[in-house]
């Protein structure tokens, strides 16, 4: 099992923050290495939508199949993702206002390798804690409006 968890600081409303997180075809504007977001299920994104992701993983594209398992109006998402390099993984984006214009977004996520993968286990704080803290600020520039770092997948 792997685990980590990263905050960043955004300079608007709570309510913009979760906005974006939730706009879930736009998440490759600020996710790296994720190429498309399709939402196979109708209705509004809550728990029980399912979405199918293309990601880009050592550099191949593959799909990955996810499902949001919990969701917080305005608080949190957590999402289980079936695909890619691991077994099963859960991830949660939580929003917390810190005053009316300004809130912390936290970003956890816990998964499995697959077992031919495992000897990658030790490679997963360095390389996701990088991605983590570049997601987290592209999210960052795209919520408080910032054009002059433009975010590369």
């Keep these: 099992m792997f685990h980590m968890t990263d905050s960043v600081f955004i300079d608007r409303p709570a309510a913009d923050a979760w906005a974006i997180l939730v706009d879930l075809p736009e998440g490759p504007a600020w996710e790296r290495g994720v190429l498309e977001v399709r939402q196979t299920s109708s209705g ?9 992701a293309r990601r880009v993983y050592a550099g191949r594209a593959a799909l990955v199949d996810c499902r949001i398992v919990d969701w917080q109006d305005n ?9 890619g390099p691991t077994r099963r993984t859960f991830a ?6 810190k005053g009316e214009n300004s809130c912390a977004v936290t970003y956890s996520v816990e998964g499995e390798m697959l077992p031919r993968l495992r000897w990658l286990r030790p490679l997963i704080p360095i390389a996701g804690r990088r991605l983590i803290r570049a997601n987290l600020g592209a999210l960052k520039r795209l919520t408080e409006g910032a054009t002059d770092e433009p975010f590369e997948s």
């Design 92 to 97: 949660c984006y939580a929003v917390e206002p």
């Design 44 to 52: 509004a994104p809550g728990v029980g939508t399912t979405l199918v």
């Design 75 to 83: 608080r949190s998402v957590t999402m289980e993702i079936v695909g």
